[in-house]
């Protein structure tokens, strides 16, 4: 096979033509016969029986042609791509086929082209980076989450449930004196007070004695479901029991109950460091995520439609894989009406965060090829040492599930993003520049 000529179109893609010789064509022309031979039945022949040169006097010379150039033509794609040095997305496509007078079989592919990229600034790039500093009443706000976690609950025994109590109740919903479904418990522990029941429900429990059984009147929100929306019901309510919590004193004890230090003021210094990191690494990331899209942005890229639609999946399954949804051979369409993701999502949200993803692998790719960063296969164990341990995994482990290429890219781009970040700075970042207007072609 001889890659015969390349033509590279708008877009990002090309055309490519290969050409078998006419010995390859009827070497395939002949291993097609050999597969169908044993369901052929021509009269006067056993079946299986019949010469190659019978089945296509009765059927016609091209009666295995198809068969023939579908077998050949992985092999012709794949000499395109080598010795045509092209590197595609998404999925090639045949635009024609055919057998020429000579016998040989000529493929034209349709492809898109991995985009080339010119980088524009990528080093010394401003961004603001504004870190917040931990109140004290943020720290008090975290002893207090603790305190409650770990209060104790005490009976009630003597008075009427109150706002702040939980209780422990029965009930059961009834719309026009039907029950309704979801509207049914025993034993369901509610916090009065946490509004976490429908408005009005909490406020009409509040009140009630031990023992007491009560009808509420409710009236479900105009934005509740859609069989309930706006419907006035009945709970037949009855209160099981009620708890308080009693909170811990706030001393030395306490802080050494929830943690490993001795005092107060110790624990309460470590929960400021805690929060502080935690504005310090979210500061950090809205810095990075600013100095990374001005790179994104400074340089010309022309990126394929097909790479952010196959970004875009991968998002999505990725999301549905949260819930459990694993199966990649689901199709796309049926995925996304599973999730309940509409177009308006889609839009303004996946196909953004899809096109600014790409967009970034192909700055850090060319970044690295700029600064000629090369990785060591003892950087690369290393590296790979260190994503085990982040996982409690082994490194073979790893290499297995990823394959070493996608560990050695992931390593690639995280030390692009290091020559990015460690030249970046902060301070006011740029005006955007306008793009200028296209010239009209006369």
């Known amino acids: 096979m001889i890659l015969k000529n390349v033509e590279k179109k708008e877009n990002n893609t090309a055309l490519f033509t290969v050409e078998s010789d006419a010995a390859e064509f009827e070497a395939a022309v002949n291993g097609a016969y050999l597969k169908a031979k044993s369901s052929i039945n021509i009269p006067g ?127 059961d919903g009834f719309l026009n004196g039907e029950r309704f479904d979801g509207g049914k418990a025993e034993g369901y522990e509610l916090e009065l007070g946490s509004n976490s029941f429908v408005p009005g429900f909490e406020e009409q429990v509040a009140g009630m004695q031990i023992g007491e059984e009560k009808d509420l009147d409710i009236t479900f929100p105009d934005t509740y479901v859609e069989n309930l929306a706006g419907k006035a019901v009945v709970f037949k309510v009855k209160l099981n029991s009620i708890t308080f919590p009693e909170l811990p004193e706030l001393d030395d ?70 819930f459990g949804m694993t199966d990649r051979n689901v199709e796309l369409e049926k995925l996304v009406r599973m999730m309940g993701i509409d177009s308006e999502t889609m839009n303004q949200s996946i196909l953004p965060s899809a096109q600014m993803q790409v967009r970034t692998e192909l700055l850090l790719e060319a970044v690295a090829k700029a600064e000629g960063i090369e990785l060591t296969e003892e950087e690369t164990e290393a590296y790979l040492q260190r994503i085990a341990d982040s996982v409690n995994a082994k490194p073979e482990e790893i290499r297995q599930y990823f394959g070493l290429d996608t560990i050695r890219n992931e390593y690639l781009k995280e030390k692009a993003t290091d020559v990015i970040m460690n030249s970046a700075e902060i301070g006011e970042m740029p005006e955007p520049q306008e793009a200028p207007a296209e010239e009209t072609q006369e």
Do not use: H
């Open 45 to 171: 022949f056993r079946k299986g029986k019949a010469p190659r040169a019978i089945v296509e006097s009765m059927y016609g010379r091209e009666v295995f042609y198809q068969d023939a150039m579908d077998e050949l033509a992985p092999k012709a794609f794949e000499q395109g791509l080598s010795e045509g040095e092209l590197r595609i997305v998404g999925q090639p496509a045949i635009d024609n086929v055919e057998v020429t007078e000579e016998r040989t079989v000529r493929y034209t592919f349709s492809v898109s082209l991995y985009p080339e990229v010119t980088l524009g600034q990528y080093k010394g790039l401003k961004a603001p980076k504004e870190v917040t500093t931990v109140s004290d009443e943020e720290v008090e706000e975290e002893v207090e989450k603790k305190r409650k976690q770990n209060a104790r609950k005490v009976s009630v025994e003597d008075r009427p449930a109150q706002m702040g109590d939980t209780v422990n109740i029965d009930f």
């Open 253 to 322: 004890e306490f802080a050494k109950d929830v943690s490993e230090f001795d005092t107060l003021d110790e624990y309460k210094a470590d929960l400021r460091k805690q929060l502080q990191d935690k504005y310090n690494d979210q500061a950090e990331n809205v810095f990075r995520s600013y100095i990374m899209k001005q790179a994104a942005d400074n340089m010309s890229c022309d990126v394929p439609d097909v790479m952010i639609q196959e970004k875009a999946e991968e998002i999505i399954r990725n999301y549905a894989a949260n």
